[in-house]
């Protein structure tokens, strides 16, 4: 059974910084390129970065580059989100998700499998 499950999620001041963690179990995580979305109160979900298979291609969403980074560890099975300079704008719940033998990108129907989520709140 596919799992993604993020963690590292939490209260951070604005100016803050956090990683979050997705660790992939029950797929052939070489394969899948992955993405990380996020999801604030009221609004829709909306692509935050994704990084490609083997790590070369990095798109960001235009709010985000800059200040946060995207990384794999293919022996972990696990990716990351290094999150710098958040901003009370910054607070979502935020998704990782697997795009299987894809590129990744902006586009949520490419992705096949996605995480429960975990909360970021940035206070002002």
């Known amino acids: 059974q596919v799992q993604l499950v993020e963690s590292g999620g939490g209260l951070v001041q604005a100016g803050g910084s956090l990683r979050l963690s997705c660790a992939a179990s029950?797929?052939?995580?070489?394969?899948?390129?992955m993405g990380w979305f996020r999801q604030a109160p009221g609004k829709p979900r909306e692509f935050v970065a994704s990084?490609?298979?083997?790590?070369?291609?990095?798109p960001y969403a235009d709010s985000v580059k800059g200040r946060f980074t995207i990384s794999r560890d293919n022996p972990k099975n696990t990716v990351y989100l290094h999150m710098n300079t958040l901003k009370p704008e910054d607070t979502a719940v935020y998704y990782c998700?697997?795009?299987?033998?894809?590129?990744?990108?902006?586009?949520?129907?490419?992705?096949?499998?996605w995480g429960q989520g975990t909360q970021v709140t940035v206070s002002s």
């Open positions: 029950g797929l052939t995580f070489s394969v899948n390129a």
């Open positions: 998700a697997a795009d299987y033998g894809g590129a990744g990108g902006p586009w949520e129907v490419s992705y096949n499998y």
């Open positions: 990084i490609s298979r083997r790590g070369g291609t990095t």
